[in-house]
């Protein structure tokens, strides 16, 4: 794109007009540097705000994009339905999570209900017995004291569940569903399980509800799941060696839920099969970003509005100097004039400065922000895994750019139309 | 051979104050291609005002303007500014020179004025062209206050010189120099009838006036052809 002939004058001499007055420009961009700052902040802080929920919306919601099946009823063959469409697919994985205790046998575990550690769930109750038919408060002659063992939810997986949910390695390695699987189930903890197993010694003896033995699990590595309960991660095809597939649902605490992409047949063919057994599917499309954008929308307006009011304070003092420069450039102007430089140039040099002035605020605010930002990741990116790696958000940049513009065109209008307006005959009478 | 500026009854009114004042009262005037026209008279005769309507700065009440056989009287100003740009050339008693950029670059600024665009390089020689018909293309890279009167008038010219104009308007351009540069600025001025462009000069002084074609002296608003009258 080539400019106009008027365009490169007023550029060229938008140009010189900077460099003989840098003082003056210097003092504009002073004025003008707080406003574009505060709008380029805030415009990143939204964005980086945007993704620091999102991140962790993320790891329980599942990526936005995802479909999700959630699995009603107590259809005894709904684990087995669900296993056999699902398992060795890459475009669904499915989920189960029972209640598992490990630890020491005939005791109760020290966080009984899979509590968290740190006791915020408050009074777990009486003790409480489950089975098929419901669950019901044990008499006190049954009631097992507490001992050495954990209680966590344990979930099953088809298959890499990481595609859609990204849950952040912490320790160890996540499950390995390419390898045969094992005897002893694998177990991935979350970071509150491993918390418990790090503040309770117990032994490594697990039990599950209906499962044929105990088994002895092995923990292969930690992840953050963002669950505040604790949990842990199996392969399913590994538990269900010990846990027959009608058992795989927990009749009273089951969650069977399915993650899938967009547009795989999984979902159909899943549906049919639970509707002819009486299982009524609920779907829904994991859709984070836009729901939260709308809640975002509205702190950003207002962050926005109180940057615009500082702006604008830049934009009066871009304005100020713009004034002075023209009633001291009179004879230039009115000499250009007499050259036969036309009044909408005149006008067009005086907005190239102002533009010139913001976009160059626009830069400075920009590259500062962005610096800032960079120390604030080397400094606290591994304290907050959601800064990791975090770039300068691009719509910040264009954001500064857009105030810088909107800045050097509000505060050289005036000065544009006074230059305008100077007669030739100033020269004359000079 | 048709003149290159017809002015016919000519007339500016000072409005706006108590009394109304005349300053030019039908002014007749023909210029032809590489005349050069002195105009005299006291101070406050209206000379300048006179230029200003010349170098179509302002407008005149009434009369008629015919520029290379076109009526200009009534010319809208975007249109007046293109004339500007591609017929006149101006030279003031002030030089106007701006003392941000170097000579070449005062001179370039006739060139860099949005009526048409001359890449760098072309632009570039023109302006040296103009710097050396004026005889300071030695001081092209200097600033004006590094230069003495003469040489900043000279930029001025060269300045007024660049776009080669038709007509070139000087307003008492050796009003701020000693005798001896003011002597050596009206050659470089004279200099320019030798190509067909008009001159027309306004000064105080009798002897400047004496070296030009016609002297046309202004009194009262009326002017008077007082070419071979001696003071």
Redesign the interface.
Known sequence: MRMSGRGRSALIIGLQGIRARKTRTLLSMVSLFLGVLAVVVVQAGASIAERALLSDLELYEGVDGTVVMDMGGTSPRLGSIVTSTVAGRSDAVAMTSMQAVIGEPGVRPVNEGGAPFDGSWGDPGPPMECDETGCRELPAAEVQPKGQAIEVRLTALTGNVRQFRPYRPQAGEWLDFAAMPSLGPRLVLNKEAAKGFQQYRVPAEMRVPGASANMTPHFVGVVDDGDQQPRAYVRLDELSHWVPENKLVDPNMGEVRVLMVAGTPVEQVLSTKLKAVGVEPMVRTVNSKKDMADQLSLMRLVFLAMAGLVLLIGVAGILNVGLATVGERVEEFALRRAVGTPRALLAGIVLAETLITGLLTAALAIGVSALALKGVVAFAGTSQPFLQGMQFPWEAGVAGVIAGLVAGVLGGFIPAIRAAGIPIATVMRA | MTALIQLSGITKVLKGQEEPRTILDGVNLDVHAGESVAIVGRSGSGK?TL??VL?L??RADQGSYILTGDDISRLP??KA??????H?G?V???F?L????TAA?NVA??L??????LPRRQRRAKVMQALEEVGIAHLAKNRPTRMSGGEQQRVAIA?ALV?EPRILLA?EPTGALDTETGALVIDALQAVTARDCALILVTHDRDHAARMGRVMHLEAGVLHDRTGVSA
């Not at chain 2, 500014?81 to 591609?86: D, G, I, V």
């Open positions: 300048s230029l200003s170098g700065f302002d100003e975007r500014a293109k004339l500007r740009s591609s006149f101006f003031f008693q002030r106007f701006l003392k941000h950029l670059q600024m006739a860099v004025n949005g009526q048409g665009w300045r776009r307003d």
